[in-house]
C-alpha cells in the first residue's frame, strides 16, 4: 500500500456583484462584441467598490463548503497551500490570514506565488507533503481580488476586461491504496526570461522609493500583457505538457474523462483542444461566466464540473495552464471509486 494524494472536498465562491461587458463600456471604449471575440467573456463577478475585500476573505467562504464537503473540521487540516497574485496586503500573505479566519493558532500556512499556475504549482506540492508523510490532510486554496488593482480605462482595456475576482478550495487527504487513485501525474515548469511579458512591477522593492507620483503617472503599478506573445507560448507548451503528464501516469488522451485548462481566454484553449484533437465535450470552459480568477480558476471550474455531474467517482481529470512568470505545468486526478 502506497501514500496516495486524493480530493475529498470542493467549494467555490464568487462575489455577489456582476460585472458585465455592457458595464464596462461606461469606464472604456469597449463592447460586449469586442471582448467576446478576443477572450470569449461574457460577464464577470468583482468585489463590491463600497465594501471592498480580501482574496484570503473570498478563500474562506469556499474553504468552508469544502471542509463541509469533506466532512472536515479546521482542526483537521495539518497544513494550508494558498495560491494568490492577489494578497490582502503586501506581506504576510494570506495563507496565515486565512488560517486566522479558520479558528486555527498554529496549523502552518504555505503561500505561492506562480498566479495562473497556482493551483497546479500547489497541487504538486501538496501531493510531495503527501506522500513524504509531512502531512496527511491538506487544505489548498486559490483566491483573488483583481478588480481593486486594474487599469479601468480605455488605455487598460486589454488587460482589464479579462480578469475576475473569486476563490476555490480542495481539501486534499492521504489515503492508503495500490490502485491508480489520486494525484497521478504533475509536471512543472518555467520560463524566467519571458517574465517581463506579464508582470505588474510596482511597489517594487529593487526600486527607491517603491512607488512614486512617476510611477503611477507611468502606470507601472497596473497589469501589462504582451498578450500575443503568452498567446503563442500557450499553444506551444500546453500541448507539450500534456504529453509530458499523460507519459509520467502511463495514460492516453482517451483516458482522460475531463480536460480542465486554465480559463485565461476561451480562444487560447480552443486552439488547444482543436490541436489535441479532443471532442468539445471533454474540455471545460466557465471562462464566459468568471474571466480570468487566475488562481482560483483551475479548482473553480473542477467544483462546477462535479456540481453539474461531468465528472465523479471514477472520473480520471488533467488539469493544466500557462501563466506570468513564465510558468506552466499539469496535474491528472483520478477520484477513487
Not at 473569486?166 to 490502485?179: F, I, M, P, R
Not at 517581463?196 to 507601472?220: G, V
Not at 480570468?292 to 480558476?297: G, K, L, S, Y
Request: glycine share 8%.
Amino acid at each position: 500500500m502506497t501514500k496516495k494524494t486524493v480530493i475529498t472536498g470542493t467549494g467555490r465562491y464568487v462575489p455577489p456583484r456582476v460585472v458585465t461587458n455592457d458595464d464596462l463600456s461606461q469606464w472604456m471604449e469597449t463592447s460586449d462584441e469586442w471582448i467576446q471575440q478576443r477572450t470569449g467573456i461574457e460577464k464577470r463577478h468583482w468585489v463590491d467598490e463600497d465594501a471592498p475585500v480580501g482574496p484570503s476573505d473570498l478563500g474562506l467562504e469556499a474553504s468552508q463548503i469544502a471542509l463541509n464537503r469533506a466532512g472536515w473540521s479546521p482542526a483537521d487540516i495539518d497544513l494550508i497551500i494558498f495560491a494568490t497574485l492577489s494578497p490582502d496586503i503586501f506581506f504576510p500573505g494570506p495563507g496565515c490570514l486565512l488560517q486566522h479566519k479558520l479558528g486555527l493558532s498554529a496549523t502552518p500556512a504555505l503561500d505561492i506565488r506562480q498566479q495562473c499556475t497556482g493551483f497546479i504549482y500547489g497541487l504538486a506540492t501538496a501531493d510531495a507533503y503527501i506522500r513524504s508523510g509531512m502531512a496527511t490532510k491538506i487544505l489548498l486554496v486559490g483566491a483573488e481580488v483583481h478588480s481593486t488593482g486594474l487599469d479601468i480605462s480605455t488605455e487598460g482595456r486589454d488587460v482589464s476586461v479579462i480578469f475576475g475576482d473569486g476563490a476555490a478550495a480542495v481539501c486534499l487527504e492521504a489515503v492508503d491504496s495500490d490502485q491508480d487513485v489520486g494525484v497521478l501525474a504533475s509536471v512543472l515548469h518555467a520560463k524566467g526570461s519571458m517574465a517581463e511579458s506579464l508582470k505588474t512591477e510596482a511597489p517594487a522593492s529593487r526600486e527607491w522609493p517603491r512607488l512614486t507620483a512617476k510611477m503611477m503617472e507611468e502606470r507601472r503599478h497596473f497589469p501589462h500583457m504582451d498578450g500575443k506573445a503568452i498567446f503563442k507560448e500557450a499553444l506551444r507548451r500546453l500541448p507539450e505538457v500534456t504529453k509530458e503528464a499523460l507519459d509520467q501516469a502511463g495514460l492516453t488522451t482517451e483516458d482522460i474523462d475531463l480536460y480542465i485548462p486554465h480559463q485565461a481566454n476561451m480562444r487560447i484553449n480552443q486552439f488547444y483542444q482543436q490541436m489535441m484533437k479532443l471532442p468539445e465535450e471533454k474540455v471545460f470552459h466557465n471562462i464566459q461566466r468568471y474571466g480570468n480568477t487566475t488562481a482560483a480558476t483551475i479548482p473553480l471550474a473542477l467544483d462546477e464540473a462535479l456540481e453539474m455531474g461531468l465528472i465523479g467517482k471514477g472520473s480520471t481529470v488533467l488539469f493544466l495552464g500557462l501563466g506570468s512568470g513564465v510558468t506552466w505545468g499539469a496535474n491528472i486526478h483520478r477520484f477513487p471509486e
